[in-house]
């Protein structure tokens, strides 16, 4: 199986900071990897595909890099709403994996 | 506008049977892989495992030996079934549906709490 590890494990910014939250494949996924966000008591919302691609109505704020087996989240000019735990996933093969998450508070 | 909607019954005890079903509103199996995902309390997400419209079905290996995934295409709904339950599957459902690359889950259930408790 492949390994997803996220980092850091939590974040605490404030209005209009730049976020950068990173996941690492234990090999390497073809850019075959999402992004989303849960906030609590809900599910979670896909934010980006194919590590670079946002999902329709997602802001222009988060963007996604990266290739092989490293792979970034950016969220630039966090805002009030941003606040929630993040999730990389691979669906390079079966099982798809997720990442233990990465919780992002407002100061 | 494609929206899932998903039941089943929450509290088990242990050895049971869990069944879910999920209703596709707004759209059709073509073309899409349809999911369940879980979380067990204050943890991350797990991928349980997936199906297409032909039936072909991905389960995780851990669970296959109790695990079915099923579909209904009259009904535009599809099913899980895990059996023999213990406490360790307790945990939040979601239904996905696979919107990018047969993996990125564009499309999520509310959610069902499943709790195995005697």
């Known amino acids: 199986d492949i390994q997803m590890t996220q980092s850091p494990s939590s974040v605490s910014a404030s209005v209009g900071d730049r976020v950068t939250i990173t996941c690492r494949a234990s090999r390497p996924i073809s850019k075959a990897l999402a992004w989303y966000q849960q906030r609590p008591g809900t599910a979670p919302k896909l934010i980006l595909y194919f590590a670079s691609k946002l999902d329709s109505g997602v802001p222009s704020r988060f963007s996604g890099s990266g290739s092989g087996t490293d792979y970034t989240l950016i969220i630039s000019g966090l805002q009030p709403e941003d606040f929630g735990t993040y999730y990389c996933q691979h669906y390079f093969t079966t099982p798809r994996t997720f990442g233990q998450g990465t919780k992002v508070e407002i100061k | ?118």
């Open chain 2, 1 to 118: 506008q494609v929206q899932l909607q998903q039941w089943g019954a929450g509290l088990l005890k242990p050895s049971d049977t869990l069944s879910l079903t999920c209703a596709i509103y707004g759209g059709s199996f073509s073309g899409y892989f349809w999911g369940w995902i879980r979380q067990p309390p204050g943890e991350g997400l797990e991928w349980i495992g997936d199906i297409n419209r032909r039936g072909s079905t991905n389960y995780k290996s851990s669970l296959r030996s109790r695990l079915s995934i099923s579909i209904d295409m009259s009904k535009n709904q599809f099913s899980l079934r895990l059996t023999s339950v213990t406490a360790a599957d307790t945990g939040v459902y979601f239904c996905v549906r696979a919107g990018y690359g047969d993996g990125a889950f564009d499309i999520w259930g509310q959610g069902t709490m499943v709790t195995a408790s005697s």
